[in-house]
């Protein structure tokens, strides 16, 4: 029954997010030549989800806690499809944006629900493998998402928005299909921003700015020291990001998230120096690749220190609230890596992040973790 409900959730997660990111490719054309937007207008279409799903996490995590898992993540993947019928309709520029602010509170009830459910379904000495690994369920959608719906667009808008329908209920199928997991204990008060997910949230958050600044200019970096294809130093921190969590993701369970959180901040601080003095693109490359291996892991062991600090029945409402300081980071460190890199040059940018995943590293090192874990649940 486990490993049904666990199909059903991962499955679920994929599909909905292969629904979310089919429209990212397709919605700047669409925009511009429907309605002649500015560059203004598409980058607040694209990224008007990010708004709502910072908000709405702990909200959706604190609706999983009191009236279910499967309840809220099956209307997280509605809310998706739904959102994909909207983009039929002619509701101008404001509906969009509108619409895509109503699909981000989908994305948050989807993910934060699944996350909680996962929790819950894990061996207790399982919890930080099973984490990472919904997280790879996640950016496997994001990748699958962006690829069909870009291949999708030449058969027009229509066949795109078709799919995104499609795959919503696909996944709302799918974590239909898992089991119902047992009522949930009613949680207690504490609000919505808990106090366990505070300190390892904000190291999430600064460990966000090493990766806003590879995702945005690593590119350029290298352009700027005539190296090109930097585009491969993307695809092989994407390639080992996963790799790890598939492969060593019991490392956070095995040897504790403290430990884990002082080595990953330390692997990607060293893959953001190396980048920022590569002179050539192998060792740029090598740079992601070390990087990767260390940013992977650095979720699920901060997510296992919440979790560790948290009662069982707030921990939907906490992991929300953790994981919508990732939300938080990329919002800030998006503009200001922007900055850094117009005043102090592209290798500055890597410099900061690696400072960043450092300060992230004694953050981390400042949360208590209990003297007694939780007994292990069958």
């Not at 989800?49 to 959706?60: D, N």
């Amino acid at each position: 029954m486990r490993r049904r409900a666990l199909i059903g959730v991962f499955g679920g997660l994929f599909t909905g997010y292969v629904s979310l990111a089919a429209a990212i490719p397709v919605l700047p054309g669409f925009v511009t030549e429907r309605y002649g937007a500015t560059g203004f207008t598409v980058g607040l279409v694209v990224m008007a989800t990010a708004l709502t799903a910072l908000l709405v996490r702990p909200v959706a995590g604190h609706l999983a806690d009191r009236y279910g898992h499967r309840r809220v993540m099956q209307l997280g993947a509605l809310v998706v499809a739904v959102g994909g019928a909207l983009y039929f309709a002619p509701i101008g520029v404001a509906g969009l944006v509108a619409n895509r602010l109503l699909l981000g509170v989908g994305e948050a009830a989807l993910f934060t629900a699944g996350a909680v459910w996962t929790v819950s379904l894990a061996p207790h000495n399982r919890r930080g493998q099973l984490i990472g690994l919904y997280g790879v369920s996640m950016w496997g959608g994001i990748a699958a998402g962006t690829f069909l719906g870009a291949t999708l667009s030449s058969y027009g808008y229509a066949t795109v928005w078709a799919f995104s329908i499609a795959l919503g209920l696909a996944g709302l199928a799918l974590v239909s299909s898992a089991p119902a997991p047992g009522k949930p204990e009613r949680a207690g008060g504490g609000g919505l921003l808990l106090r366990p997910a505070l300190l390892p949230g904000t190291a999430l958050a600064l460990a966000a700015a090493g990766y806003a600044g590879l995702a945005a200019f690593v590119v350029l970096h290298l352009q700027a020291r005539g190296i090109q294809s930097g585009v491969a130093v993307l695809s092989g921190f994407s390639l080992v990001y996963a790799g790890t969590r598939l492969f060593i993701g019991h490392l956070p369970d095995r040897v504790g998230p403290r430990r884990m959180v002082l080595w990953c901040g330390i692997g990607e601080a060293a893959g953001l120096v190396i980048i920022a003095v590569a002179p050539n693109l192998p060792l740029a490359v090598l740079g992601g690749v070390v990087m990767g291996v260390g940013f992977s892991l650095l979720h699920p062991s901060l997510a296992l220190m919440v979790m560790n600090r948290t009662d069982q029945a707030k921990q939907g409402a906490a992991l929300g609230a953790y994981t919508s300081f990732w939300d938080l980071g990329l919002a800030v460190w998006g503009p200001l890596i922007g900055v850094v890199a117009g005043g102090l040059g592209y290798p500055a940018v890597f410099l900061v992040g690696a400072g960043c995943a450092v300060a992230a590293v004694g953050v981390g090192l400042c949360v208590r973790q209990p003297a007694t874990l939780p007994a292990a649940t069958s």
